[in-house]
Nanobody, 115 residues
Framework: QVQLVESGGGLVQAGGSLRLSCAAS????????MGWYRQAPGKQRELVAS???????NYADSVKGRFTISRDNGANTVYLQMNSLKPEDTADYYC?????????WGQGTQVTVSS
């Protein structure tokens, strides 16, 4: 019913940039927000950024000023532009789509930032 496909992860040096994409399809489900979580080895999954159906955005303090979330409604795609990457940004990044109390998840894409 809801399918999310991430792309754009990879290996980058500290200070570099990456752009993650999440191509979404959701049939008749009403999506109220989309965004990105990340999970580093041995750590809990944390919210990185979100964007609501009204285009309100929210960012984790650790990425404010460096990451930008945006979306292309025509392409049903959400993007996460990540600049000034740090080794501590290394994690698996997961796209999600929220419908009411339900979150749908993509398969994840790995981001590795080398020092």
């Amino acid at each position: 019913q809801v399918q999310l496909v991430e792309s754009g992860g990879g290996l980058v040096q500290a200070g570099g940039s990456l752009r993650l994409s999440c191509a979404a399809s959701w049939g008749t489900v009403t999506i109220t927000a989309m965004g990105w979580y990340r999970q580093a080895p041995g750590k809990q999954r944390e919210l990185v950024a979100s964007i609501s159906s009204g285009d309100a955005t929210n960012y984790a303090d650790s990425v404010k000023g460096r990451f930008t979330i945006s979306r292309d409604n025509g392409a049903n795609t959400v993007y996460l532009q990540m600049n000034s990457l740090k080794p501590e940004d290394t994690a698996d990044y997961y796209c999600y789509a929220q419908s009411g109390w339900i979150n749908y998840w993509g398969q994840g894409t790995q981001v590795t930032v080398s020092s």
